[in-house]
């Protein structure tokens, strides 16, 4: 089912003109509203009537993490703050969170994009969704939640976690459709076998899988063990959380909600526009948010677009699967980590060394992130009782920055090997 036939099967030169009235009247908002912005288009000899199609998008300048950052925690939103009816925050380079805030409107257009994707996913409203990531700040849950809802389906909020929990409303409740990152979902398949279930009696048919990258190899399995059709979401929550693209059942590509958010590919070095079809970094322009639209955000994603018409007749723009990252942040369980968050959490303590390595693993199909720390010479003990509670500390500590639990090693100073060039800090293992 194809939830807005209208939109999603429009012809190119109707879309682009929805998204050229759109970001005409984006660009007046962010201009008027936004401080931050004003700077940024006069520095760039700008001014809103520059902006007359959205084949003029080039010319206005990027918005990074950097520039949300720097205007923590209101300072990029459009509207005042009797017109938020909801704020989500992701983690960034620093304890503080990168803020997002939702209008009435906004919060309407997120179910729509999220009711799309579902429907592209081959969810009907007859299907029971168990949505299985976390609630709360992060937008995964509440995302998933609502499109569910606006569709009619019938949505089991359990959250993340609690896996035991999770497998029996899965058989009692008759879950067809699970939502949840990829890993997560290779966990349960694992839960599923040993705790004596078969999945022939389990009704899933279909998995909704995002916040982390995953391969076609990690689909496969997933498929083969649950019994279902993996299907691909993307989002991050600085343009809106889940719903800016989806595959639909052909699993070619995520179908890019293009009215209301307009992709672009750029080359991550020279910062220009790579032709269609070329690899590069992932930027997007929101043109339908009112709590905080962001113009030429660049995402650091690695893609590349598809502008081919699809089998399943949406005409819409498809992005590939995200091959990589063109910065140092990692994606754990769902959970954006920044390497610079645990060298802070370091830097701050007089007992560690500054030199420590962050190694990342995947163990039973979750992701596990582990902290290698240097001591100190005058703090290294024989005193095991000591040592462990420094490792305990540091591991609360990072544990409070990140939100997510680590493992912490200690090891004796110059263990960690030095180099002449830029250090190693982090080594991924996962085969992504």
């Not at 459009?78 to 906004?106: F, L, N």
């Not at 063990?225 to 595959?247: M, N, Q, R, T």
């Not at 939100?403 to 996962?430: F, H, M, Q, Y």
Request: glycine share 8%; hydrophobic share 35%; with cysteine.
């Amino acid at each position: 089912m194809i939830w807005n036939e209208k939109i999603e099967c429009a012809g190119r030169d109707e879309m682009k003109a929805i998204q050229s009235k759109r970001l005409i009247e984006t660009v007046q908002r962010i201009y008027h509203n936004v401080p931050t912005y004003r700077a940024k288009m006069q520095a760039a000899d700008l001014v809103p009537g520059d902006i007359k199609s959205i084949d003029d998008l080039h010319k206005l300048p990027f918005t990074t993490k950097a520039d949300l950052r720097d205007n923590y925690p209101f300072g990029m939103f459009t509207v005042p703050m009797s017109e938020i009816v909801r704020v989500h925050a992701s983690s960034g380079t620093t304890g503080k969170p990168t803020v997002v805030g939702y209008t009435r409107k906004d919060l309407q257009s997120w179910s729509e994009v999220v009711t799309r994707s579902l429907c592209m996913a081959g969810v009907c409203q007859h299907d029971i969704v168990q949505v299985a990531y976390g609630y709360g700040l992060f937008t995964g849950g509440l995302g998933l939640h609502y499109g569910c809802e606006n569709l009619g389906a019938t949505v089991i909020p359990i959250s993340g976690g609690n896996t035991a929990k999770q497998l029996q409303l899965m058989e009692d409740f008759g879950t067809s459709v699970i939502a949840c990152t990829p890993s997560y979902a290779l966990y349960l398949s694992e839960a599923i076998a040993e705790a004596g279930i078969k999945k022939e009696n389990l009704k899933l048919r279909v998995g909704i899988f995002g916040a982390e990258p995953w391969t076609e190899n990690m689909r496969r399995e997933i498929e083969l063990k649950l019994g279902l059709k993996a299907i691909d979401i993307y989002g991050l929550s600085e343009i809106i959380g889940p719903g800016v693209s989806c595959e639909c059942e052909y699993q070619c590509g995520m179908h890019i909600n293009e009215d209301h958010f307009v992709p672009e590919i750029i080359d991550p070095e020279t910062l220009q526009p790579l032709p269609a079809g070329e690899r590069g970094e992932l930027v997007f322009t929101t043109i339908t948010k009112e709590g905080i639209p962001l113009i030429r955000y660049r995402t650091r994603d690695l893609t590349r677009l598809i502008y081919d018409k699809c089998e399943c007749g949406r005409t819409t723009v498809r992005m590939e699967k995200c091959t990589g990252r063109s910065d140092d942040m990692l994606i754990i369980r769902g959970v954006n980590v920044f390497p610079s968050q645990i060298e802070s959490v370091l830097l701050e303590m007089s007992e560690t060394a500054p030199h420590y390595l962050i190694t990342v693993e995947r163990e039973d199909n979750l992701d596990i992130l582990n902290v290698m720390v240097e001591v100190q010479e005058q703090f290294f003990s024989d005193e095991i009782r000591q040592l462990e509670a420094l490792r305990k500390k540091i591991t609360q500590k990072i544990h409070n920055t990140l939100g997510i639990s680590v493992n912490v090693k200690l090891v004796e100073p110059k263990t960690i090997e030095r180099t002449a060039g830029k250090a190693k800090r982090v080594i991924d293992n996962r085969k992504l």
